[in-house]
C-alpha cells in the first residue's frame, strides 16, 4: 500500500478521490495527513481532526477485497481489523454498530465508506488527543506509522467476511446500549438482531450501515 503523507488537508477523503481520479493506476492508495480541518463523517457531518490524531483514508479495487464481503458492510470489516490491532496494544475500545469507536460511553471516532465504479474508498478517523468533552480518545499511546504499517498488512491478508463476522457478532453486545439513527431519527439497539450480512433487524426493518 502506497501512503501519500500530508501535513494539512481539508478532507483525506476528498483529496484522495481527486488523486485517483487522475492517477487510478496507483490503488492500492492511502492518504493521511497530521491536520484535517474538513474531515466527512457519517449522515454528511464533518470530522475535524486536530495535529496528532488519526485521520487516513485508502481505495481498494474489488477485485482486491474478499469474495465474500457484503459491501454494504465494508465499513464494520475496515473498523474491525483496526479495532483488533489496537486491541491488541492493551486499548479498551470496542466497535459500535456499524462503524463508530467507543471506549465506555463516549465515541473516540468511526469510519465512512464508499463505492465509485470498481474502487471502494474507505475514511477513518480517531482521537488520540481529546477533541472536546462529548468525545473521548484512545486509551493508549500509538506510533501512527507502525499502526498504518500494521493495517494494511492485514488487509492484504483478505481475511474472509465468515471470520471477521464471527468475532463482531460476540462484540455486537456493546451496541446494544447504544442508539443509531435510521431514517433520521434516533433508535435504540436494545432489540435489534444483528443479520450475517451486517445488516440488523429493528422494528421489522432490515437496515444496513449505508456508509
Known amino acids: 500500500m502506497k501512503i501519500i503523507r500530508l501535513y494539512e488537508v481539508d478532507s483525506t477523503q476528498k483529496y484522495l478521490k481527486e488523486y485517483v481520479s487522475k492517477n487510478d493506476k496507483e490503488l492500492p492508495l492511502c492518504v493521511t495527513a497530521k491536520i484535517q480541518t474538513s474531515g466527512v463523517g457519517s449522515r454528511g457531518n464533518s470530522w475535524v481532526g486536530t495535529d496528532g490524531n488519526l485521520f487516513f483514508s485508502f481505495a481498494l479495487k474489488k477485485e482486491n477485497l474478499p469474495q465474500d464481503l457484503p459491501l454494504q458492510s465494508a465499513s464494520i470489516y475496515f473498523t474491525f481489523i483496526l479495532k483488533e490491532i489496537l486491541e491488541k496494544k492493551g486499548s ?80 455486537f453486545i456493546h451496541s446494544k446500549k447504544f442508539q443509531a439513527t435510521i431514517d433520521n431519527v434516533k433508535v435504540s439497539l436494545e432489540k435489534a438482531i444483528l443479520n450475517s450480512d451486517g445488516s440488523i433487524q429493528i422494528e421489522n426493518k432490515k437496515v444496513f450501515s449505508l456508509r
Do not use: H, M, R
Open 92 to 171: 479498551k475500545l470496542f466497535l459500535k454498530w456499524p462503524n463508530d469507536f467507543y471506549i465506555e460511553d463516549k465515541k473516540i471516532g468511526g469510519a465512512i465508506t464508499s463505492i465509485s465504479k470498481d474502487i471502494l474508498f474507505c475514511g477513518i478517523g480517531l482521537n488520540l488527543f481529546e477533541v472536546d468533552s462529548s468525545f473521548g480518545k484512545l486509551d493508549i499511546k500509538l506510533d501512527i506509522n507502525e499502526v498504518l504499517e500494521l493495517y494494511f498488512k492485514e488487509i492484504e491478508k483478505k481475511t474472509s467476511w465468515k471470520q471477521i463476522f464471527s468475532l463482531f457478532k460476540i462484540e
